[in-house]
C-alpha cells in the first residue's frame, strides 16, 4: 500500500549534530520517522514513535525542526478540459531527406 506524503520534517541529531533524521506525515495522518528510536522499538500493541513524531502529532515539530516540506496535493477536477492544441511533427525516416 502506498501513501501519499503530506508533510516533512528534519531534525539534527542530539548526540551528533551532522545527523539528520526525517520524520514523514501521511495524508492519512500516521507519522514515520528514520531515527533509531523509531525504526528500533516497537510497543506491545504494534505501535511505534519517538521523540520526533510525538513533537509532530502535538504540534510542536515547526519549532524544534531545521526544515519542513508541506506538500499540497491538487486533483483535478473531473469536469477537467484541456484546450491546449497539440501539435505533431512527423520526421523523416532515417536515411531519407526532406525537401522544402
Not at 514515520?32 to 513533537?55: E, I, P, V
Not at 515539530?61 to 505533431?88: G, L, V
Request: hydrophobic share 25%; with cysteine.
Amino acid at each position: 500500500m502506498i501513501k501519499n506524503i503530506s508533510h516533512v520534517w528534519t531534525f539534527a541529531s542530539d548526540s551528533n549534530p551532522s545527523q539528520e533524521y526525517e520524520t514523514l506525515q501521511y495524508s492519512d495522518g500516521t507519522t514515520s520517522c528514520n531515527c533509531k528510536g523509531w525504526t528500533r522499538r516497537l510497543a506491545a500493541n504494534g505501535s511505534r514513535s519517538c521523540k520526533h513524531t510525538r513533537l509532530v502529532d502535538m504540534g510542536r515539530a515547526d519549532n524544534h525542526c531545521q526544515a519542513s516540506h508541506h506538500y499540497i496535493t491538487t486533483k483535478k477536477p473531473t469536469n477537467y478540459t484541456n484546450h491546449a492544441k497539440e501539435q505533431y511533427t512527423t520526421l523523416p525516416k532515417l536515411g531519407y531527406r526532406k525537401f522544402a
